[in-house]
């Protein structure tokens, strides 16, 4: 992947915090996974808008049943990773 050098700056205090994070991968990796993160988060904001337009604004109701339905999905996930770690260990 290209790559170009660019010069930003950046608070003190919050780059003396992020750097102990980003040891490893170093600062640059850190700083391209934070704007990916931030571009994705923006997109998805827009997404959001464009549906609330289109069909109108989530209710109460829906908005909790969302909440249920992404409740379960973690439950299950958490459920299949402990089963393969426990069919690792028998192994």
Known sequence: ???KKVTV????DLLDEIRADAAERGLS?????ALRFKRDRDR????VDWLQEEHGPVTEDEHAAAL??????DAEHERRR??????????
């Open 68 to 73: 249920v339905e992404l409740d379960e999905l």
């Open 29 to 33: 990796a850190y700083v391209a996974e």
């Open 1 to 3: 992947m290209a790559t």
């Open 9 to 12: 700056t950046i608070p003190e």
């Open 82 to 91: 402990t089963a393969a770690k426990h069919a690792g260990e028998a192994a």
């Open 44 to 47: 998805l904001l827009e997404l």
